[in-house]
């Protein structure tokens, strides 16, 4: 079993930033794809972004190409996020896929952080 543990959530003002972190507690995910879901209130869990196992390929959600970027360190992924606006606000999860490509597809990733809140105030 592989837990993740993700931090850097928080509340801002339209157009700041935050970075989220989260940690694999197995060094064997860095042999696997990571990503970022996020879901709001009333709303289906989405992704955000993904990244392969070699840190080589990316994917982002239309709405947030260009404000955020996700990167990894093994079995670290990150999200920065900036111009935050009051869209992006949703509980953030991080994720390890089952294998080493990129997915949207939420069925397709196998360990799920516990999620952190990041509220965007207009």
């Known amino acids: 079993q592989v837990q993740l543990v993700e931090s850097g959530g928080g509340s801002v003002q339209v157009g700041g930033s935050l970075r989220l972190s989260c940690a694999a507690s197995r060094r064997t995910s860095s042999n696997n794809a990571m990503g970022w879901f996020r879901q709001a209130p009333g709303k289906d869990r989405e992704i955000v972004a993904a990244?392969?196992?070699?840190?080589?390929n990316t994917y982002y959600q239309d709405s947030v190409k260009g404000r955020f970027t996700i990167s990894r360190d093994n079995a670290k992924t990150y999200l920065q996020m900036n111009n935050l606006k009051p869209d992006d606000t949703a509980v953030y999860y991080c994720a390890v896929a089952r294998g080493p490509e990129t997915s949207t597809r939420a069925d397709l990733y196998q360990y799920w952080g516990q999620g952190t809140q990041v509220t965007v105030a207009s």
């Open positions: 990244i392969n196992w070699k840190g080589g």
